[in-house]
């Protein structure tokens, strides 16, 4: 009964979905110093810095993310998503750039310019993190995908497994997961609705790059939605198509 009722609500918001031409993710930015220890330090493009499982609310350090980012400061890492004080709400709006797949592109990310604390005397305000969290419909099968492109941290975890994983201070870097490889084997997962964390750290004078292309299906109010059952009925119809906070255009 509950694979049937969430099938039918995941057709529903198909539907909903399908004459949207945006769609809005909503976060957090958090301002930082230039500390020159984690900001404005010369850390190079890694993988393997947090663990591969979100255990909490941001990601934890492995050793080797020890090594290389320090947790200790007004800038330690443990503060860089958790920091109630110099934040802000702040919402990206992604257009439908084809049918079901949504992108958000800029060259210039600079969310906070001359806010919060500040530019610190240079052009744009270039120390911040920005984390968003909400839930997905997962459609196994569809071959769902997110792919970002940006810099310079971006972690990205979907049911709490690490998906996207560009570490480190560097330029503009690309990474694609695909939901139905992330949710196979040990992990494997059937239809339904699971938690999207994103946690991305602009910490360098240079660039501030940030573009996201997905065709997950994003909810708008996953307490609605019946617990996650098999789903036999609206893959097809639903896969790649979906908003959160559906605006129409």
Do not use: C
């Amino acid at each position: 009964m509950r694979s049937k009722l969430f099938a039918a609500a995941l057709l529903a918001a198909a539907t909903s979905a399908a004459s949207a031409s945006t769609l809005t993710l909503t976060g957090t930015v958090r301002d930082f110093n230039a500390d020159g220890i984690n900001f404005e330090g010369a850390l190079a493009a890694g993988q393997g810095y947090v663990q591969s499982t979100l255990s909490g609310a941001s990601p934890t350090l492995t050793a080797l993310g020890q090594s290389v980012i320090s947790n200790t400061g007004a800038g330690a890492f443990d503060l860089w998503y958790t920091r109630p004080t110099a934040s802000a709400s702040y919402a990206l709006v992604l257009d439908e750039t084809s049918p079901g797949l949504y992108t958000y592109s800029s060259n210039s990310f600079f969310p906070i310019d001359g806010q919060l604390l500040g530019n610190e005397g240079r052009d744009h305000n270039y120390h911040f993190t920005y984390t968003i969290s909400t839930t997905f419909s997962y459609l196994k099968g569809a071959g769902q995908e997110f792919t970002f492109t940006g810099d310079d941290d971006v972690w990205v975890y979907f049911d709490d497994l690490l998906g996207i994983d560009l570490g480190g201070v560097h330029g503009a870097q690309s990474q694609t997961v695909n939901l139905d490889a992330l949710f196979s084997g040990a992990n494997a997962r059937e239809s339904g609705t699971y938690s999207f964390d994103f946690f991305f750290a602009e910490r360098h004078t240079t660039q501030s790059n940030l573009q996201i292309t997905t065709s997950l299906v994003f909810d708008e109010n996953p307490q609605d939605v019946p617990e996650p059952g098999t789903l036999a009925l609206g893959v097809l119809a639903l896969a790649g198509v979906g908003a959160a906070r559906r605006r129409r255009g």
